[in-house]
């Protein structure tokens, strides 16, 4: 056996609402083995983790056993990095309080850091993608809503309570458009998901006059690649919604930039697909509303992880993390 093979490892666990991913992951940021089971089809926490151990177990084995494992990393919504709960998830089909840290620890053996999705992905742009030598940035995940992590002076802010960075509901325009899931109005995740731009395009459907190809689509088939694909085609309209949206987005972003000084920003998810056609308004309008003293010094940046594996590496760079830094809780838990 190589003395490469005998390097310890990190396990990765990327808890979503419909399915669970989960890999196996040395210090370079390769999965080594990786897999998924089904989130929703485990009405009881239990079951879950006695699935996900099932699956998980035999990989483990394969790497070398659990004595080469640092320990487990987990994204998860609504997950406290402190008390290494799960608390109160809309989209998971566990309700309230759930001890998602103790019940890994218990059935794996192995030490747990657990946080919400948006803040595992954060840590994993800094350990293998763009942030990489960065101790300030902020990542923003633009995908079905509008995830975040902020990073100062090296050190993920997570607030008194676990739950800090939650910039895709700060409110961009007041009394605007209603959020379901928060029942607030007017949030950031209302305009610049692709939720948001899916409701963006039938505003302006309904609102315009203009010619479309988007209004040959069903309005129940109307989603964000469709929005893409005919502004793409030259669709004056599909441009404005991106050009409306960037707008928006740059605005906060601008807001953002005057909390944190953060040397960039960096953008994930299905949105920034687009390219410019979202990138050129954003940065435009990010300028347009920051201060002087913070004009043309911070970077727009694309995510340099792969959207596939960007889930696993990031909760696998907790565990790293982990043991490089010491956190303290101002929490008695």
């Given at each position: 056996?190589?003395?490469?093979?005998?390097?310890?490892?990190?396990?990765?666990?990327?808890?979503?609402?419909?399915?669970?991913?989960?890999?196996?992951?040395?210090?370079?940021?390769?999965i080594l083995f990786a897999g998924s089971i089904s989130t929703r089809g485990h009405n009881e926490v239990d079951s879950f983790i006695d699935e996900l151990?099932?699956?998980?177990?035999?990989?483990?084995?394969?790497?070398?056993?659990?004595?080469?494992?640092?320990?487990?990393?987990?994204?998860?919504?609504?997950?406290?990095?402190?008390?290494?709960?799960?608390?109160?998830?809309?989209?998971?089909?566990?309700?309230?309080?759930?001890?998602?840290?103790?019940?890994?620890?218990?059935?794996?053996?192995?030490?747990?850091?657990?946080?919400?999705?948006?803040?595992?992905?954060?840590?994993?742009?800094?350990?293998?993608?763009?942030?990489?030598?960065?101790?300030?940035?902020?990542?923003?995940?633009?995908?079905?809503?509008?995830?975040?992590?902020?990073?100062?002076?090296?050190?993920?802010?997570?607030?008194?309570?676990?739950?800090?960075?939650?910039?895709?509901?700060?409110?961009?325009?007041?009394?605007?458009?209603?959020?379901?899931?928060?029942?607030?109005?007017?949030?950031?995740?209302?305009?610049?998901?692709?939720?948001?731009?899916?409701?963006?395009?039938?505003?302006?459907?309904?609102?315009?006059?203009?010619?479309?190809?988007?209004?040959?689509?069903?309005?129940a088939q109307l989603d964000s690649k469709k929005v893409y694909e005919a502004a793409m085609k030259g669709d004056r309209l599909a441009k404005e919604i991106?050009?409306?949206?960037?707008?928006?987005?740059?605005?906060?972003?601008?807001?953002?930039?005057?909390?944190?000084?953060?040397?960039?920003?960096?953008?994930?998810?299905?949105?920034?697909?687009?390219?410019?056609?979202?990138?050129?308004?954003?940065?435009?309008?990010?300028?347009?509303?920051?201060?002087?003293?913070?004009?043309?010094?911070?970077?727009?940046?694309?995510?340099?992880?792969?959207?596939?594996?960007?889930?696993?590496?990031?909760?696998?760079?907790?565990?790293?993390?982990?043991?490089?830094?010491?956190?303290?809780?101002?929490?008695?838990?």
């Open positions: 056996m190589t003395s490469s093979s005998l390097q310890p490892l990190a396990i990765g666990i990327d808890i979503g609402g419909t399915g669970t991913k989960f890999g196996i992951v040395d210090r370079s940021g390769n151990y099932k699956s998980l177990y035999p990989l483990i084995q394969k790497a070398g056993g659990p004595g080469r494992i640092v320990g487990i990393g987990s994204g998860a919504p609504n997950g406290n990095f402190y008390t290494k709960t799960i608390e109160y998830a809309p989209n998971l089909p566990w309700k309230g309080i759930i001890p998602m840290g103790k019940l890994l620890e218990n059935k794996f053996n192995l030490p747990v850091v657990l946080t919400n999705d948006a803040n595992a992905a954060a840590i994993g742009e800094m350990m293998y993608g763009a942030a990489q030598g960065m101790k300030d940035f902020i990542t923003i995940t633009l995908g079905t809503g509008v995830g975040s992590g902020i990073v100062a002076n090296g050190h993920l802010i997570y607030g008194h309570d676990g739950f800090a960075g939650e910039l895709g509901h700060t409110i961009v325009i007041p009394n605007g458009r209603f959020h379901e899931g928060t029942e607030k109005y007017g949030s950031l995740e209302s305009y610049a998901s692709a939720t948001g731009v899916r409701l963006t395009t039938l505003e302006m459907l309904e609102k315009s006059k203009e010619e479309s190809l988007l209004r040959n689509i069903p309005p991106y050009e409306f949206t960037g707008k928006i987005l740059g605005l906060a972003l601008a807001n953002f930039v005057m909390f944190s000084s953060p040397e960039a920003i960096i953008l994930f998810g299905g949105l920034t697909k687009a390219g410019d056609l979202i990138l050129k308004p954003t940065r435009e309008n990010m300028e347009a509303n920051l201060i002087k003293i913070f004009q043309n010094k911070i970077r727009i940046l694309i995510s340099h992880l792969k959207e596939a594996d960007a889930a696993i590496l990031g909760a696998s760079a907790l565990v790293w993390d982990m043991n490089m830094q010491e956190y303290s809780s101002p929490l008695k838990v």
